[in-house]
């Protein structure tokens, strides 16, 4: 089972990143997909998450109306569109797969800053 994230880089307030995270090893369209997200000397925190379908997403309250979840399942890869960019952003952004077992990517940094 592998989760490779890609996408992540240093990027100016205001600015946008799309995130990608490739699957492989596991039935990719049967298990929900997330992102959480950590910052030095914080907890991982959960970013965004969808169905294994793509019918459903959801948001924490922080990402809301700026950050976009969203899969393909016929490329084993989901995404995180991530527009008008805040220094608060700033973490390792992993990839998360979820079913009745979990499996995780090695993450990506983001680095906000002017």
């Known amino acids: 089972v592998q989760l490779v994230e890609s996408g992540g880089g240093l990027v100016q307030p205001g600015g946008s990143l799309r995130l990608s995270c490739a699957a492989s090893?596991?039935?990719?369209?049967?298990?929900?997909m997330s992102w959480y997200r950590q910052a030095p000397g914080k907890e991982r925190d959960l970013v965004a998450t969808?169905?294994?379908?793509?019918?459903?997403?959801t948001y924490a309250d922080s990402v809301k109306d700026r950050f976009t979840i969203s899969r393909d399942n016929t490329k084993n890869t989901v995404y995180l569109q991530m527009n008008s960019l805040k220094p608060e952003d700033t973490a390792v952004y992993y990839c998360?797969?979820?079913?009745?077992?979990?499996?995780w990517g090695q993450g990506t940094q983001v680095t906000v800053s002017s």
């Open positions: 998360n797969a979820h079913r009745w077992l979990e499996y």
């Open positions: 969808i169905t294994s379908g793509g019918g459903t997403t």
């Open positions: 090893g596991f039935t990719f369209s049967a298990y929900g």
